[in-house]
């Protein structure tokens, strides 16, 4: 007998686990391709190889190859990069900018104020809204509601904010979707952000190692936790690019991808980033008591009215050429704006 338990994701892992098969001690060894495609409904065996190719089979916790016979004890679990569970999604008519594409991925330079993902609260208007629509032409619509086995399902590789802005990998098919998941998965993905945040940190470039999880407080934002197993492990190295005394610009380059990672970190050791509302940006950090560099600094919040972090740069492996791939994109207007009006300020 073959136990299928459903399970549900946790808040941080980086891949969902979808299936997961205790196997009766009894089992004959069998192809664990061929085991697969019987015990999952409506998978074909082709789309359970890519999914192995791609090392998101895993007997016991280790990926496996499809030649892997499965034998009477085996663990089987399927991990991927979105929730087993998605609401239903339709397409939107709404312009997105692309860095990049072809057949297998397209790199989206995301504008601030977009929600990525269809959630509680926004379920239109979204990045996976427009990309349905931009993937699958003007009878999107149609083939949505239809669940029409032909149209383009867009495959997160991983997020950004809301209110950040820059550079997001997006899957067009299974296997890209598969391969670039393990590939962040692995932390071989390399992400740099900039971001104007306030003060200079003490170290001109460092590295914070500090757990994020949930806060205790409120559970809509997250928080540090620096002793104890609270928390998942968080990695980001940092370095200043330019001082402006009052502010610092510098750039952030992920090991990990906890959410809200570099807003949550950056306020860990002092310098939280500029106009981020949640974790206190949004305040005269400094120099509060000078009613004209308060006034300064309401009218950079004018200009930049959220949090000033943009992800510019994206290194990563093509799933299909194996190519290097290298992107870049320019920090947006607002944040430029006002990193000149710090540069600029006396």
Known sequence: ?????????????????????????????????????????KATRTR??????????????????????????????????????????????????????????????????????????NYTGTLVNALLYYLNGKDASLKAKLDD???????????????????????????SLAKLAKEMFDRKI???????????????AGTINVNVGRSLKDRKKMATFAEGNMGKTAITHYKILESFKYTSLIECKLETGRTH??????????????????YGGDKVLKNSANSKFKQFVEECFTICHRQALHAKFLSFTHPTTQKTMELESELPEDIKKVVDMWRNQK
């Open 1 to 41: 007998m073959v136990e299928d338990i459903d399970t549900t994701p946790s808040e941080e892992k980086e891949l969902f686990e979808h299936h997961k098969f205790v196997i009766d001690k009894g089992q004959e060894p069998v192809r664990v391709d061929k085991f697969l495609s019987t015990h999952i409904a």
């Open 48 to 121: 359970i190889q890519y999914t192995i190719e791609a090392g998101n089979v895993l007997a016991n916790g280790i990926p496996v190859k499809s030649s892997y016979k499965v034998k009477g004890g085996d663990v089987l679990t399927i991990v991927l990069a979105f929730p087993p569970k998605e609401i239903n999604i339709l397409p939107e008519n709404i312009p997105i900018e692309i860095a990049y594409e072809d057949d297998d991925l397209i790199v989206i330079n995301k504008k601030a104020g977009m929600v990525v993902h269809p959630a509680h609260g």
């Open 149 to 175: 086995k032909n149209s383009v399902r867009p495959g997160l590789i991983h997020r950004l904010d809301k209110e950040t802005s820059g550079l997001m990998i997006v899957a067009k098919n299974e296997l």
């Open 190 to 204: 390399s992400r740099r952000y900039q971001a104007l945040v306030w003060g200079e940190p003490k170290e001109k």
């Open 261 to 278: 990672q570099i807003r949550v970190h950056m306020k860990h050791i002092g310098n939280t980033v500029f106009g981020d509302k949640d």
